[in-house]
């Protein structure tokens, strides 16, 4: 199945063999280039993480498959029967490598990781096998096909690693009963994407029949209703009357009446007396030769 001749086939052999007797996380990318015989740049250059080298896995799977249905051309001439071949035949091809996968998809810490990538790259097989089956695998049809093929293959991978009978009767069992059921709902499936296709058709030419007959009606009828415009009038317009701007009102506006002032009192204050005052006589008793009240003497 795998080209070991190329550097990619030699990488994916190698991890496979490794995954053998090792968990899926006890698998470094160091114990793959060094059972591989690369550098880590060399493995850095062809993939990008193990789960890229496990798709990478998936697609040479699928490449295998193509070339053993084109060696091996089916005579089965029901669609039926030959999906049943390739499925049969995919499985076939990854047998070396079912121990392996097998201890991977009991990896209880990355059984959904895995399952996840695989199932990832199983939708884009499930294309390239019904092409190798001989059934359309585009367009809506296509689609819902690919879809139910690849809930099918899910459930008969399982089957398939816990079938330990060589001849892996119970596997082609389980597949042979599934196609069967299967293809009553592909034909149920087709039936109704036929319908889903007419009607969206029938849809699509009434919306542009009503669109193009909405445009032949509006046309004449904007051409034989509609009046001729008016001229623009060119006469010059009066220009409106401007009327006088109100001018301020410049009459002096009356000053608030200033209250006067108080002014200080300015009554002459009392001035002193200043007549000399008459000192009283502490002595009433008249000097000698003194008359009284001043007068001389007289003699």
């Not at 063999?17 to 060399?42: F, N």
């Not at 096998?129 to 293959?153: D, F, H, N, Q, T």
């Not at 030419?205 to 009046?227: F, Q």
Request: proline share 8%; net charge negative.
């Amino acid at each position: 199945m795998l080209d070991q001749s190329t550097r990619s086939g030699r990488i994916i052999a190698a991890m496979m063999r490794l995954a053998d007797d090792r968990s899926w996380r006890g698998i470094s990318l160091q114990d793959i280039a060094a059972e591989s015989g690369a550098s880590l740049g060399d493995l850095h250059e062809a993939f990008a993480s193990k789960t890229d080298i496990l798709a990478a896995f998936s697609k040479a799977a699928d490449a295998a498959i193509l070339k053993k249905m084109r060696d091996e051309a089916s005579d089965e001439d029901r669609p039926r029967d030959r999906l049943f071949d390739v499925i049969m035949t995919r499985l076939e091809v990854m047998s070396p490598y079912k121990p392996a996968l097998k201890r991977m998809m009991e990896d209880d810490q990355c059984r959904y990781v895995l399952s996840e990538t695989l199932m990832r790259q199983a939708l884009s097989s499930q294309y390239w096998m019904l092409s190798a089956a001989g059934i359309p695998a585009e367009g809506a049809k296509g689609v819902a096909r690919r879809a139910g093929l690849l809930s099918l293959y899910r459930t008969i991978f399982s089957i398939w690693l816990n079938d330990d009978d060589p001849g892996l009767a119970k596997t082609m069992a389980a597949l042979d009963r599934r196609l069967r059921r299967g293809e009553t709902w592909l034909i149920r499936a087709d039936a109704i994407c036929d319908r889903i296709t007419t009607i969206l058709c029938a849809c699509k030419r009434s919306g542009k029949r009503d669109a193009d007959e909405a445009g032949g009606a509006t046309e004449p009828d904007r051409e034989s209703d509609t009046e001729p415009e008016a001229e623009p009038d060119t006469q010059p317009q009066a220009e409106p009357e401007a009327e006088p701007e109100a001018k301020p009102d410049t009459e002096p506006q009356a000053k608030p009446e200033a209250e006067p002032e108080a002014k200080p009192d300015t009554e002459p204050k009392a001035e002193p007396d200043t007549q000399p005052e008459v000192d009283a006589d502490p002595d009433p008793t008249p000097t000698p030769g003194a008359s009284p009240r001043g007068k001389p003497n007289g003699g």
